[in-house]
């Protein structure tokens, strides 16, 4: 099953964000809590956290692409599933 890392909102103003940190590669073991990416809007960059534990997949997105908030930007899949990826 794969979870979908989502754009979070920031602030009431900002409606997009930019991808400015992609550290994970497919394969690598992502806990509850773990880092997944950093998002820069025009005030400040956040880490975006990944809420359930699993094996990252995939980026839906590449470094400095801008990203409407609510959009899906990483894929996280549940850890039996990572050898049929």
Do not use: H, Q, W
């Amino acid at each position: 099953m794969e979870y979908k890392i989502l754009m979070p909102t920031v602030s009431a103003k900002a409606k997009k964000g930019t991808l400015c940190f992609a550290p994970l590669k497919k394969g690598d073991k992502v806990s509850k809590g773990d880092t997944v990416a950093e998002i820069e809007t025009e005030k400040v960059v956040v880490a975006v956290e990944s809420e359930k534990s699993g094996v990252f997949d995939r980026y839906l997105c590449e470094e400095g692409d801008e990203v409407e908030v609510g959009k899906a930007i990483a894929v996280v899949t549940e850890a039996e599933n990572a050898k049929e990826n």
